[in-house]
T-cell receptor
Framework: SQKIEQNSEALNIQEGKTATLTCNYTNYSPAYLQWYRQDPGRGPVFLLLIRENEKEKRKERLKVTFDTTLKQSLFHITASQPADSATYLCALGGNQFYFGTGTSLTVIP | NAGVMQNPRHLVRRRGQEARLRCSPV?????VYWYRQLPEEGLKFMVYLQKENIIDESGMPKERFSAEFPKEGPSILRIQQVVRGDSAAYFC???????????FGPGTRLTVL
């Protein structure tokens, strides 16, 4: 069965630094990969989608890379702010849709 | 534009009762997905529906759980004879006819006493 792994521990970084979150997967070849943000008590909010034939996608301070050979996606938040503190989920899409367990990010002022 | 709406936001049931969770997708979206999330765990896919059709229910327990998305009205996730282990947050998401990005509702938090 498919398996998705995100950063195993919570990530704490200093404000202004770049946060890098990792999503690794096995036993699946997704047509696309998405990143979502989830705040406590709320539903996930879509951030970015990257397709299997794309290497990199950017949106404002966010950047996503997708390496189908390594079966890995990296999610970067540059110039991080305390408001970026949340749990970030990666999700694989294709015939089915699978979510990782998420990485909790805390940006320290 | 109204996003995905779920109600109730909080639901308390006693063991053995039935729970009905409702989801109204984004206007124009014809695909609905239900997920369950336990504390400290990720979203677990349950079922994927299109209007009047269940496309994939591989993540849904075979017993006590059912889902529908009628031609008119919201999608319903129904849990019969609830047990304490059903306590969780249940999220609904919708996507446009061509699929792709899913937009999530705020969730229904079910507590079984």
């Amino acid at each position: 069965s498919q398996k998705i792994e995100q950063n195993s521990e919570a990530l704490n970084i200093q404000e202004g630094k770049t946060a890098t979150l990792t999503c690794n997967y096995t036993n699946y070849s997704p047509a696309y990969l998405q990143w979502y943000r989830q705040d406590p008590g709320r539903g996930p909010v879509f951030l970015l989608l990257i397709r299997e034939n794309e290497k990199e996608k950017r949106k404002e301070r966010l950047k996503v890379t997708f390496d189908t050979t390594l079966k890995q996606s990296l999610f970067h938040i540059t110039a991080s702010q305390p408001a970026d503190s949340a749990t970030y989920l990666c999700a694989l899409g294709g015939n089915q849709f699978y979510f990782g367990t998420g990485t909790s990010l805390t940006v320290i002022p | 534009n109204a996003g995905v709406m779920q109600n109730p936001r909080h639901l308390v049931r006693r063991r053995g009762q039935e729970a009905r969770l409702r989801c109204s997708p984004v206007k124009g979206h014809s695909h609905v997905y239900w997920y369950r999330q336990l504390p400290e765990e990720g979203l677990k896919f349950m079922v994927y529906l299109q209007k009047e059709n269940i496309i994939d229910e591989s993540g849904m327990p075979k017993e006590r759980f059912s889902a529908e998305f009628p031609k008119e009205g919201p999608s319903i996730l129904r849990i019969q004879q609830v047990v304490r282990g059903d306590s969780a947050a249940y999220f609904c998401a919708s996507s446009p006819p061509q699929g792709g990005t899913q937009y999530f509702g705020p969730g229904t938090r079910l507590t079984v006493l």
